[in-house]
């Protein structure tokens, strides 16, 4: 059984950083792909930031370079989003998930976790 769950989101001031963290179970996870997503209230869930295998390639929405920073430690079954210089539009409930491919559409992830919202107050 295939597991990912995230913790690490909250209430945060804008400016303020968080970070999150994604634990994975049940599968050989340095063989896949991992991305982090988000979905706002009324919104479609949007891609955020994929890393490679190894973590040497990473993928970033262009509305999150520059402030997010996607990594992995295969040795613990994690991955992380380093989230800094947060905006009120980054409000939204927050995925971990993963994938074979190379992809920003998530009908390309097979896993994904239940989600942790993180709320920026301006």
């Known amino acids: 059984q295939v597991q990912l769950v995230e913790s690490g989101g909250g209430l945060v001031q804008a400016g303020g950083s968080l970070r999150l963290s994604c634990a994975a179970s049940g599968h050989p996870f340095a063989n896949y792909r991992m991305g982090w997503f988000r979905q706002a209230p009324g919104k479609e869930r949007e891609f955020v930031a994929q890393i490679s295998e190894l973590g040497k390639i990473t993928y970033y929405a262009d509305s999150v370079k520059g402030r997010f920073t996607i990594s992995r430690d295969n040795a613990k079954n994690m991955v992380y989003l380093q989230m800094n210089s947060l905006k009120p539009e980054d409000t939204a409930v927050y995925y971990c998930?993963?994938?074979?491919?190379?992809?920003?559409?998530?009908?390309?992830?097979?896993?994904w976790g239940q989600g942790t919202q993180v709320t920026v107050s301006s």
């Open positions: 998930a993963s994938a074979y491919y190379t992809s920003r559409n998530s009908k390309d992830y097979n896993y």
